[in-house]
């Protein structure tokens, strides 16, 4: 199993939770999986499972994460740093 970053709070409940400026293995969650491709919600869906959740119920992106932190991308385990990196701001994963 890969290791999520577990910082989050609860927003609706017990089983739904809040995850702000997602990591995987210590960097920032990428906004792809692997080198353009499965963007944005495919990506957010990986970490939720990774996590111990079902879905995912929100995901909101934050542009160019690379110019100041690296970012890793979930299923390949490249790293990306610099303009065009792109992460997420939030991720809201759901256990039902």
């Avoid at 989050?8 to 995987?24: C, D, E, I, L, S």
């Avoid at 963007?39 to 542009?63: D, K, L, M, N, Y």
Wanted: overall charge positive; charged content about 20%.
């Amino acid at each position: 199993m890969p290791t999520v970053n577990r910082r989050a709070y609860r927003k609706y409940g017990k089983t739904t939770v809040r995850f702000p400026r997602p990591a995987y293995h210590g960097q920032r969650l990428d906004w792809c999986s692997s080198p353009g491709i499965e963007c944005g919600p495919s990506t957010a869906q990986h970490f939720c499972e990774a996590a111990g959740f079902a879905r995912v119920i929100e995901v909101v992106q934050e542009r160019d994460v690379g110019l100041y932190a690296e970012t890793r991308q979930i299923a390949s385990g490249l790293s990306c740093t610099g303009r065009g990196c792109h992460g997420f701001m939030r991720i809201t994963c759901t256990k039902s």
